[in-house]
């Protein structure tokens, strides 16, 4: 109820679409039941997510974050705030239920590209709450949890007062810990809400076996110590033991030194960096943080690294930091890392 006090629900676009669809239902409802009994076309197995009524294995329920929502159909106009929640439903073949993108800040995957430059691209960065309103979406599904910071007025409440569902990628649920499981859960619930669990099993599957290949070409290697440099000059930004990225070394025949930070990210001092001494740096790349060379110029300069001995031996790996996200680009990090720290595994 509206007390006067806060802002009063919208009718929006996205209410007028539900209404629309509660009508169409009905009269689909209707004309089935007034056919049933006179047969139809048997369909065949391949192809049958696409082909099946979007009404098939609904409604889904989801505990998304703390936020449950009831999916009566699949969502149909989506936007995504930042790349890896994009990309996922991309490989999910989900490319016609896409609505906009926002916050591009790596290079897309080469199989995904064409397929993301040809949806709207909403914002750089964030998108402002009426420029995703102006979308006219059903979902929005964010990847860090700035994608409904409610200090600019992107809440998941503002969303659902405006009629709109949101997603938040589990990585910022505030769990424990994050690891693979987490990226094949993501995959399988996105493909719960749309409808095509098949193509999630199948994704997920794929995936497996991509990181079950470099598991197995490190297999007895001896373990390396490696340091995440996100970014930083006065203090450096490292993956902390919550993250996704201190999973993906361990499972490339490596260390996270900063497994112990209680965090997704934060910041650590340069004299911790020495003190730990990682044998190689994993070097995180996106826009918006220096390139790549500009950061390795930086740690070579400094002398109080000079010693460290990633340093000592410029022993870099160069990760997207999309890949090191909970996505479909996890498994993918876990091989480029297994080669950079064992090289000799691969030739």
């Given at each position: ?95 016609d239920r896409m609505a906009g993108t926002a916050f591009p800040d790596s290079a897309v995957l080469p199989g995904l590209r064409e397929d ?29 949890g700035s994608a409904f910071a409610e200090n600019e007025g992107r809440s998941r409440e503002a969303f659902a007062d405006a009629g709109i ?183």
């Amino acid at each position: 109820m509206y007390d006067g006090t806060s802002r009063p629900p919208l009718f929006t676009p996205a209410h007028r679409r539900h209404a629309l669809r509660a009508v169409a239902a009905a009269v689909a409802l209707s004309a089935a039941l007034l056919t049933a009994g006179c047969g139809s076309p048997q369909g065949t197995a391949q192809g049958a997510e696409t082909t099946a009524s979007p009404a098939d294995g609904f409604p889904v329920t989801v505990d998304n974050c703390g936020v449950k929502t009831t999916y009566d159909e699949p969502p149909s106009r989506v936007v995504t705030i930042h790349q890896h929640p994009a990309e996922l439903m991309l490989a999910l073949g989900l490319k016609d239920r896409m609505a906009g993108t926002a916050f591009p800040d790596s290079a897309v995957l080469p199989g995904l590209r064409e397929d993301y430059e040809s949806i709207p691209e909403l914002a750089k960065r964030e998108p402002s709450f009426e420029t995703v309103l102006e979308a006219e979406p059903d979902l929005v599904y964010g990847g860090y949890g700035s994608a409904f910071a409610e200090n600019e007025g992107r809440s998941r409440e503002a969303f659902a007062d405006a009629g709109i569902d949101t997603y938040l990628n589990r990585e910022y649920c505030g769990k424990e810990r994050v690891t693979m499981k987490d990226t094949y859960e993501e995959i399988r619930t996105i493909g719960r809400i749309f409808g095509v669990p098949g193509r999630a099993d199948e994704l997920v599957s794929d995936l497996r076996d991509r990181v079950g290949r470099a598991t197995t070409a490190v297999e007895g290697e001896p373990r390396l110590s490696v340091f995440v440099y996100d970014s930083g000059d006065k203090t450096a930004f490292t993956a902390g033991g919550k993250s996704l990225a201190t999973e993906l070394i361990r499972l490339a025949g490596g260390e996270n030194v900063f497994a112990d930070l209680d965090d997704v990210f934060g910041d650590v001092s340069w004299e911790q960096v020495v003190q730990r001494k990682p044998e190689v740096i994993a070097i995180y790349d996106y826009e918006g943080a220096g390139s790549v060379e500009r950061k390795k110029k930086f740690l070579l300069s400094q002398p109080a690294l000079a010693d460290v001995p990633a340093v000592r031996n410029q022993r870099f790996v160069v990760l997207p930091l999309t890949a090191t996200l909970v996505g479909v680009r996890s498994a993918y990090a876990v091989e480029d890392l297994a080669r950079g720290l064992h090289p000799e595994s691969f030739r």
